[in-house]
């Protein structure tokens, strides 16, 4: 297995993120790959919303664009349908591509913000190759949640069918129970965040996914990690703001 050849593109990867000098985010050439990584319900999409308005780079996330797909009906969706509602993982051709052509856009020139990519160790291959050839340099950031509270987080969540909200009856309820601030519309539960949806998707996430956890922390020095059990999000990303100070440098990132 090509282990040690990944582990020394993201070395050096990891490297050329220190030695860029010290600029804010929008006069840097070189983009930054921020991955997002922790399990389902961690917050990776709450947290890459902040990052989003924080470092003005768009988010990219696998979850999201397979669900357009879906929405759309177009052939991609139609292939992929099953396995999403089963709560098992779409092939790593599919992602794959689906993210190479995602970042090619002129609009993650200065960087981009992955969540949900990479999950398996092909994933994670073939996330090097691409990061290496658009010069780009990564920074990890693991979400650490307990599993109860993952579960519990997890089966509060609903979800506005018009504008896509996210809602959770403990942490961020709406307004009025059930129904969206924003639209007014009955919440709903999404399909993948049934309970036995939940629960193969956390097995799937352990099975394949928090390996590379292993990975990252034995070939980066670009890894933040970061417990997202306890505080508020806002409170985590204060946190994650902090570390990626540290990480990039203090003047290469806005207060
Ligand atoms: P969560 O992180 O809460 O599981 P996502 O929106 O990231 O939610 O993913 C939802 C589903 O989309 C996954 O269960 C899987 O079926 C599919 N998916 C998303 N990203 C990937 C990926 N990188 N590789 C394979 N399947 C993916």
Excluded at 86 to 115: T, W
Excluded at 168 to 189: F, M, Q, T
Aim: glycine content about 8%; proline content about 5%.
């Amino acid at each position: 297995m090509a282990v040690g050849k990944t582990a020394a593109k993201l070395g050096s990867a990891a490297g050329a993120v220190a030695s860029v000098s010290e600029k804010p985010v929008s006069e840097i050439t070189k983009p930054i790959a921020i991955i997002l990584f922790g399990s389902p319900g961690s917050g990776k999409g709450t947290q890459s919303k902040y990052l989003v308005e924080w470092l003005k780079i768009p988010q990219i996330s696998t979850g999201d664009m397979l669900r357009e797909h879906i929405r759309q009906g177009d052939a991609i969706g139609l292939a992929i349908m099953d396995r999403m509602r089963a709560g098992s993982l779409v092939s790593d051709e599919l992602v794959n591509q689906l993210v190479f052509e995602r970042i090619s856009q002129p609009d993650a020139n200065k960087g981009f913000i992955l969540d949900g990519y990479p999950r398996t160790p092909a994933q994670a291959e073939e996330m090097m190759r691409l990061l290496a050839a658009r010069g780009a340099g990564e920074v990890v950031i693991h979400l650490v949640v307990d599993y109860n509270i993952i579960i519990s987080r997890m089966s509060g969540r609903r979800v506005c069918p018009v504008c896509g909200t996210l809602y959770n009856a403990v942490s961020r309820p709406p307004k009025i129970e059930g129904i969206c601030d924003l639209e007014g519309a009955a919440l709903v539960i999404r399909d993948d965040d049934r309970e036995d949806v939940v629960r193969e998707r956390l097995a799937q996430y352990e099975r394949q996914t928090r390996p590379l956890i292993e990975f990252f922390r034995a070939t980066s020095d670009r890894l933040i990690e970061v417990d997202a059990s306890r505080e508020k999000p806002d409170a985590v990303f204060e946190r994650i703001k902090r570390e990626l100070r540290g990480v990039l440098g203090q003047g290469r990132v806005s207060a």
